[in-house]
């Protein structure tokens, strides 16, 4: 009876660690994983003024970028979002852009001028046309004058030059056929100029 009670108390003894146990090195930690940062989307402007998610294909995120609020708060103003959506999706890609556009310029003149809009800036250019066309033909009507008026000058001058050389062609011709004319006439020139030579030396000196 004493014996089974000694060999229990010596199985329930605990056993030393091994030496070889306790010189094992610890586990390595994880190697750390290489993570990306999440890209962050800012939602476009007319997204971030409605106070709605930005949706991947929203249709106002490639004309309303987030850096321009004040393009879509003026559409947004006077034609409204629902609108403006349904307007652009309506319409082919290709013409949206311009649309855009088109309603930006319109909500404009339609804030500086709420009575006419933009048919009063239209008005405007037109009257400016107007009135430049009115100067170009002006201005061309002038130079057309200042054409005639040198073209006129020019047919003068050639009919002045006209009837000038048969005058001095006769004169040439008429010398050549009769010379002796043109020498009594310069003997009538040297005997008058004699004869005045002649009176005044005989005039005396002193009176």
């Not at 089974?4 to 090195?25: F, G, L, R, W």
């Not at 010398?175 to 005039?203: C, H, R, T, V």
Request: aromatic residues 6%.
């Amino acid at each position: 009876m004493f014996k089974m009670e000694y060999s229990d108390t010596s199985a329930a003894s605990p056993q030393p660690p091994s030496p070889s146990t306790s010189s094992s090195p610890p586990p390595p930690p994880p190697a750390p994983t290489s993570t990306t940062p999440p890209v962050v989307v800012s939602p476009c402007a007319a997204c971030k003024i409605l106070r709605r998610r930005c949706a991947n294909k929203c249709v106002l995120a490639p004309y309303f970028p987030p850096t321009e609020p004040a393009k879509f708060t003026i559409a947004h103003r006077v034609f409204g979002a629902s609108n403006i959506i349904k307007f652009l999706q309506e319409l082919p890609e290709s013409q949206r852009a311009d649309a855009v556009s088109s309603m930006v310029y319109e909500a404009s003149a339609r804030i500086r001028d709420p009575v006419y809009g933009c048919a009063g800036a239209i008005c405007h250019l037109q009257k400016q046309v107007n009135e430049l066309q009115a100067q170009l033909a002006k201005a061309q009507a002038e130079l057309v004058n200042m054409q005639l008026q040198q073209a006129n000058l020019v047919a003068l001058l050639c009919m002045e030059m006209r009837q000038s050389e048969p005058n001095s062609q006769q004169s040439v011709d008429t010398f050549l056929s009769s010379p002796q004319n043109y020498q009594g006439n310069l003997g009538f020139l040297d005997d008058n100029n004699n004869n005045n030579l002649a009176s005044l030396w005989e005039q005396p000196l002193w009176t």
